[in-house]
């Protein structure tokens, strides 16, 4: 007669699937809370003990029929602490009797094979593993547990909030305190091309507004280009009312600017010498001598 698994081991079996079923159809860890869950953990341990009581009755009407030899052996391997039983049980070796017990004659081909059962821990984890399968298959389609791109669409708009967190708290860059990066020349790209390409064309060519690629400026105020561009985006054209203070009228923020100027910097310091704008504007205002320095 085999041992049986004790009472405590199958709650923490149960509640621990009630966990992963809870879980996969909630998502949160909210649950554990909820009256749902308690009312239900509270039931299923109810009818573990329930079903342990009849194992029990079983169980005794099982050991009454064994001989003497039986019921010594099955008393002494109840003393023994329920997991050094199954560690024991894992690296069991059987006897020449109990070898000759299982022993399978294929006949035909003269070799010899031990039917030998499977591991306990091996079927618990293959049974684990097919239920774990139905409930996931049955989470996937019924609920959005593990689906990509709910979960893409949930974690963008979390990364997007926390964004907007950091960036209503953050510092924001200024005239001074702003500095040239490649890394922010396509992040400038886009604010660009958002704000700045109806009036000075694609890639900065020009139209409305002068091009952005030669080397000819209408307003310098300051000596460097990158915090020429930065100026002009924060306060606008005195010679020119279209070109508003993007920055002090709040339309973008200090790091929209500074990456807008990184963006201007790299078109016409390191692209345009390289590759000319074809097709660009006329040159406006006076020939610029900018610093060196970014």
């Not at 030669?214 to 020119?240: H, R």
Request: glycine fraction near 8%.
């Amino acid at each position: 007669m085999k041992r049986r698994t004790p009472v405590y081991i199958n709650i923490l079996i149960v509640l621990g699937l009630l966990l992963v079923v809870f879980y996969m159809f909630s998502q949160t860890s909210d649950f554990l809370s909820t009256r749902f869950f308690l009312g239900t953990a509270l039931i299923s341990i109810i009818v573990v003990f329930i079903q342990n009581a009849i194992g029990d009755l079983i169980e005794n009407e099982k050991f009454k029929k064994l001989t003497d030899a039986e019921k010594a052996t099955y008393l002494a391997d109840k003393k023994i602490p329920y997991f050094q039983y199954l560690w024991n049980g894992a690296f069991k070796s059987q006897s020449e009797k109990e070898e000759k017990d299982i022993l399978i004659d294929h006949g035909f081909d003269g070799i010899m094979e031990l039917d030998n059962q499977l591991p306990k821990w091996w079927l618990g984890l293959f049974y684990f593993g097919c239920a774990y399968c139905v409930l996931y298959v049955s989470s996937y389609f019924l609920t959005d547990f593990a689906h990509p791109y709910k979960e893409y669409e949930q974690e963008y708009r979390e990364q997007t909030a926390a964004i907007n967190d950091y960036m209503a708290t953050v510092t924001q860059p200024t005239l001074e305190t702003a500095v040239f990066s490649e890394d922010n020349v396509e992040a400038g790209k886009a604010v660009f091309e958002t704000n700045c390409v109806s009036c000075h064309g694609e890639g900065g060519k020009g139209g409305i507004g002068p091009n952005l690629t030669d080397n000819f400026w209408i307003n310098q105020p300051e000596k460097t280009l990158f915090k020429n561009v930065f100026y002009m985006v924060d306060n606008g054209s005195k010679n020119n009312p279209t070109m508003q203070a993007w920055g002090k009228n709040g339309v973008v923020s200090g790091f929209d600017m500074q990456n807008v100027a990184a963006y201007v910097y790299h078109i016409n310091q390191e692209q345009a010498p390289i590759t000319p704008a074809q097709g660009g504007a006329a040159p406006q205002g006076t020939e610029a001598h900018w610093e060196k320095s970014k």
